[in-house]
C-alpha cells in the first residue's frame, strides 16, 4: 500500500492536498499535530481496503500460532506458580512411594480412592500404570510357579525385589528429571525478573540520499533552522529527482509559515507595536498610517507614542502627524494610557509606538506592565528585524510573548542576508505575519504578507548571498 504523508498548516489545506495528490477516494489513515501545524496520513482507498484483508489474515494466523503455543505458554509460569508446583511434585512422589512400597488395595477401575479430586490428572495416569505393571508382575510369577511345580526352587526374596526395582526406580528417576526443569524455570524466571527489560532497538538508521542531503544543503543555506530543515525533508520519497524534491520542501515550507492574509488594519481597533530598539517601529507605523488616510481619510485615525524615555524620540511620529492631519498622543508621567486611549476611543483606528526595551530594566518594566494594567483591548504586533542574528530573535521573542501577540511584522528584508532565520521562528512559534517591509518608501515598501512570496523572497536572498560569496576574492582564496 502507498501511503503518503501530507505536512500542512491546518486541516483543511490537508484535506486539499490530499484530494490534489490521492484524489477524491482517498482514506484518511491518521492525523496529528506537528511544529508547524498537522499531518495526515493518507491512502488511496483500493489499497488501504487490500492492506486491511491483508491485516485480517495475519490476525487470523496470529490467533492459530497463539493456540498452538498455549502448550508452550504454560511452562512459563510466574515465580510463585512454579514454586507452588514444585511443592505439588514432591508431595506426588512421597504418595507414589509410598503406593509403591505399601500393597496395592482393590480399587476401582473408574476411578482411584487414594487420589482427591483436586489431585493432577497425571498423577492418577502413573499409579494407574503402576498398578497395571504390578499386576503383570503378578502374573508372570504366578505361571513361574507354575510351571516349576513344587520340585523347584521358588526363588528367593531377594530376586523378586530386584525385578520389582527397576519400574521403581524409573518412577522416582522420571519425579527428579520433573523437580530439575522446575528448578531450572523457576530459576530462569528469577534471572528474567532481575535483569532490566530488553529496549526494542531502534529502527535502522538508513543514510540520507545524494537528493536529500543537497536538499537539506539548500534549506541550511536559507538560513532555516536543523529542527526545519529536517520537517522539510522527513517525508521526501527518495526516488525523486532532485529538483521535484527542491520543490517538494519549497512547497512544505510554505504551507508550514502563519500569515494573516489580510489587510490587519482594516479591523480597526487599537494596535501596539512593540520590539527591539531600531527594528523598524516607527517607520511601520508610518506606512500603515499613510496607507490608511490614502484608503479612509484621517478623521478615523490617531497616533500613540509611549516613548517618553529618550529624549525627542516621539518627534518622528509627530513629523508623520502633521504631514497626514492626524492627531499624535504622547504618553507620560501626566497623561496615562489609559487615559490617553479613553480619549480616542471614538477613533476607529488608534496606532501605538512603543519604546524598545529591555524588560530587565526598570523604564522596560514599567512598559510591560503599562500594558497589563489598561482595561481596554489593544492588539500587539511583534516587529522583527530580519537582519537580525537567529540568537537576537529569539531573545526578543522570548521578552514579549507575555503580552499575548497577535501577529508580527518582518521589517528590513531588503538588508537582510538571509531571511530563514526569522521565518524559522515564526513557524516554531505558530505567530502569525501580519506585513513585510523592504524599504524605506512610504508607503510604497510595505505588503501583506503571502507565504509564496515569503518563500520566493528567502530563496532570492539566498541565491544572492551565495552568489555575493562566491564573488568576494576573500571567499574565492579559501
Wanted: proline share 4%; hydrophobic share 40%.
Amino acid at each position: 500500500m502507498k501511503v503518503k504523508r501530507i505536512f500542512a498548516p491546518d486541516m483543511r489545506q490537508a484535506m486539499r492536498r490530499v484530494r490534489e495528490e490521492i484524489g477524491a477516494d482517498a482514506v484518511i489513515i491518521s492525523n496529528h499535530r506537528v511544529a508547524g501545524g498537522v499531518e495526515v496520513v493518507a491512502a488511496r482507498e483500493e489499497d488501504y481496503e487490500q492492506a486491511q484483508a491483508e491485516m485480517l489474515r495475519s490476525k487470523s494466523r496470529a490467533v492459530r500460532e497463539e493456540k498452538a503455543a498455549v502448550p508452550r505458554a504454560q511452562s512459563r509460569r510466574s515465580d510463585p506458580d512454579l514454586a507452588e508446583e514444585l511443592k505439588r511434585v514432591e508431595r506426588k512422589i512421597s504418595e507414589a512411594r509410598r503406593a509403591v512400597e505399601q500393597p496395592i488395595p482393590v480399587l476401582d477401575h473408574t476411578q482411584n480412592k487414594q487420589i482427591d479430586d483436586e489431585d493432577d490428572e497425571e498423577l492418577r495416569f502413573i499409579l494407574s500404570s503402576l498398578k497395571t505393571q504390578d499386576d503383570a508382575r503378578s502374573r508372570v510369577v504366578s505361571k513361574d510357579s507354575f510351571a516349576s511345580d513344587d520340585w523347584s526352587d521358588a526363588p528367593p526374596p531377594a530376586a523378586r525385589n530386584v525385578r520389582q526395582s527397576p519400574p521403581e526406580d524409573d518412577l522416582i528417576r522420571v519425579m527428579q528429571q520433573e523437580i530439575h526443569q522446575l528448578r531450572s524455570m523457576m530459576q530462569e524466571q528469577i534471572v528474567r525478573v532481575q535483569e532490566p527489560p530488553v529496549r526494542p532497538k531502534p529502527a535502522q538508521y538508513q543514510p540520507p540520499t545524494m537528493v536529500i542531503r543537497e536538499t537539506e544543503a539548500r534549506l541550511q543555506q536559507m538560513g532555516l533552522s536543523a529542527r526545519l530543515v529536517q520537517q522539510l525533508v522527513s517525508s521526501i520519497e527518495s526516488d525523486l529527482s532532485e529538483e521535484d524534491a527542491w520543490r517538494n520542501a519549497l512547497g512544505r515550507f510554505a504551507d508550514a509559515i502563519p500569515v494573516v492574509g489580510e489587510e490587519f488594519i482594516e479591523r480597526g481597533g487599537m494596535v501596539a507595536f512593540v520590539g527591539a530598539t531600531g527594528v523598524g517601529k516607527t517607520t511601520t507605523i508610518g506606512k500603515l498610517a499613510a496607507r490608511y488616510v490614502l484608503q479612509h481619510g484621517s478623521s478615523s485615525l490617531a497616533l500613540v507614542t509611549t516613548d517618553c524615555f529618550r529624549i525627542a524620540a516621539h518627534e518622528q511620529l509627530k513629523t508623520f502627524g502633521r504631514i497626514l492631519d492626524v492627531p499624535v498622543r504622547v504618553v507620560d508621567e501626566n497623561h496615562s494610557l489609559e487615559e490617553v486611549l479613553l480619549s480616542l476611543r471614538g477613533k476607529r483606528l488608534v496606532l501605538i509606538d512603543t519604546a524598545g526595551m529591555n524588560t530587565r530594566d526598570l523604564m522596560g518594566k514599567t512598559q510591560m506592565e503599562m500594558f497589563s494594567s489598561v482595561s481596554m483591548r489593544i492588539k500587539k504586533l511583534l516587529v522583527f528585524s530580519c537582519s537580525s542574528q537567529r540568537q537576537l530573535l529569539r531573545s526578543t521573542y522570548e521578552i514579549y510573548k507575555e503580552l499575548n501577540l497577535n501577529a508580527c511584522v518582518l521589517t528590513k528584508m531588503d538588508e537582510s542576508g538571509s531571511v530563514g532565520e526569522a521565518l524559522s521562528l515564526v513557524v516554531e512559534k505558530q505567530l502569525p505575519i501580519a506585513y513585510v517591509t523592504d524599504g524605506q518608501k512610504i508607503p510604497d515598501d510595505l505588503i501583506v504578507a503571502q507565504r509564496r512570496d515569503l518563500v520566493s523572497r528567502a530563496v532570492v536572498v539566498s541565491q544572492r548571498q551565495s552568489s555575493d560569496d562566491e564573488s568576494d576574492p576573500v571567499f574565492r582564496a579559501g
